[in-house]
């Protein structure tokens, strides 16, 4: 392969990666637009939606669902899989294979069984953050589970918890001060993946909950049928924030790395 055809390939790849992006830029700074490119700018569609309490509150909604799930993906992946890779490693497939099963079910089937299981007594949990929390967490848990899964893997575990024990520790304290400490730059990526996951997730959320408690992407739709460049500058906040926590993350995994060794 030619050193030009490689230029040309990235420069294809650069394109069909950010041509979105500063599409959607120039549409929320457009004043209008119906030729190859916008006939004016202005900054009044950002100035309305940062003013806009619904967006805030939307916003806000979104990081607590986010955070929650990132919590609870965490919470459960880890001590499980430590469990799993020091004393059931024969378990690991069947794990593997069942984190894959929120991939197999479409959303619309999910919130159904879900809405039916859950609407009356002993658990009503129907049209409420909880239920929604919950269900974004399992969808979101296979994003999750490849990171923290590979870091484990990637990790002499038996031999630390060994050198642990020796010293005295038990299982809790071998996992808290020992392991996690090693596998922390898979477990930053997977919350990551989970966090991106639950920030834009709209199906779940629509059929689950709607405008009962408004996340973003609900609020987006509903923007987008009266005010499309507000609508756009949500889509490139939306990215920004993505990629701010993707750097922030690196940062975090360089620091781990750092300390661990």
Same mark, same amino acid.
């Given at each position: 392969m030619t050193r030009l055809l490689r230029r040309l390939l990235l420069l294809a790849l650069g394109l069909y990666l950010f041509l979105p992006i500063l599409a959607s830029l120039a549409y929320s700074v457009a004043t209008s637009w119906t030729a190859l490119l916008p006939?004016?700018?202005t900054l009044k569609h950002w100035a309305n939606l940062l003013e806009n309490q619904r967006f805030w509150l939307s916003l806000g909604r979104t990081a607590l669902l986010s955070f929650s799930v990132v919590a609870l993906s965490i919470f459960f992946l880890v001590p499980t899989l430590f469990v799993v890779r020091m004393y059931?490693?024969?378990v690991a497939g069947v794990l593997e294979f069942l984190t894959l099963w929120p991939f197999v079910f479409p959303g619309v089937i999910l919130?159904?069984? *879900?809405?039916?299981?859950? =609407? #009356?007594?002993? +658990?009503?949990?129907?049209?409420?953050p909880f239920l929604l929390i919950a269900a974004v967490t399992v969808i979101s848990l296979p994003y999750a589970y490849r990171a923290v899964d590979n870091a484990f893997a990637a990790a002499d575990i038996k031999t630390l918890a060994e050198a642990a024990r020796s010293l005295g520790a038990?299982?809790?304290k071998t996992?808290?001060?020992?392991?996690?400490?090693?596998? *922390?730059?898979?477990?930053? =990526? #997977?919350?990551? +993946?989970?966090f991106s996951a639950a920030f834009g997730e709209f199906a779940l959320t629509q059929l689950l909950i709607g405008t009962l408690w408004e996340t973003l992407p609900v609020?987006?739709?509903?923007?987008?049928?009266?005010?499309?460049?507000?609508s756009a500058a949500i889509t490139v906040l939306s990215f920004?924030?993505?990629?701010?926590?993707?750097?922030?993350?690196?940062?975090?995994?360089?620091?781990?790395?750092?300390s661990v060794i």
């Amino acid at each position: 392969m030619t050193r030009l055809l490689r230029r040309l390939l990235l420069l294809a790849l650069g394109l069909y990666l950010f041509l979105p992006i500063l599409a959607s830029l120039a549409y929320s700074v457009a004043t209008s637009w119906t030729a190859l490119l916008p006939e004016g700018y202005t900054l009044k569609h950002w100035a309305n939606l940062l003013e806009n309490q619904r967006f805030w509150l939307s916003l806000g909604r979104t990081a607590l669902l986010s955070f929650s799930v990132v919590a609870l993906s965490i919470f459960f992946l880890v001590p499980t899989l430590f469990v799993v890779r020091m004393y059931y490693p024969k378990v690991a497939g069947v794990l593997e294979f069942l984190t894959l099963w929120p991939f197999v079910f479409p959303g619309v089937i999910l919130a159904v069984g *879900l809405i039916s299981l859950y =609407s #009356g007594p002993p +658990l009503q949990l129907a049209q409420t953050p909880f239920l929604l929390i919950a269900a974004v967490t399992v969808i979101s848990l296979p994003y999750a589970y490849r990171a923290v899964d590979n870091a484990f893997a990637a990790a002499d575990i038996k031999t630390l918890a060994e050198a642990a024990r020796s010293l005295g520790a038990d299982d809790a304290k071998t996992l808290a001060w020992v392991i996690l400490p090693t596998v *922390l730059p898979g477990v930053l =990526s #997977g919350g990551v +993946l989970a966090f991106s996951a639950a920030f834009g997730e709209f199906a779940l959320t629509q059929l689950l909950i709607g405008t009962l408690w408004e996340t973003l992407p609900v609020y987006q739709v509903q923007l987008a049928r009266t005010d499309g460049n507000g609508s756009a500058a949500i889509t490139v906040l939306s990215f920004l924030a993505a990629w701010g926590l993707g750097f922030w993350a690196l940062s975090l995994r360089k620091d781990a790395k750092v300390s661990v060794i």
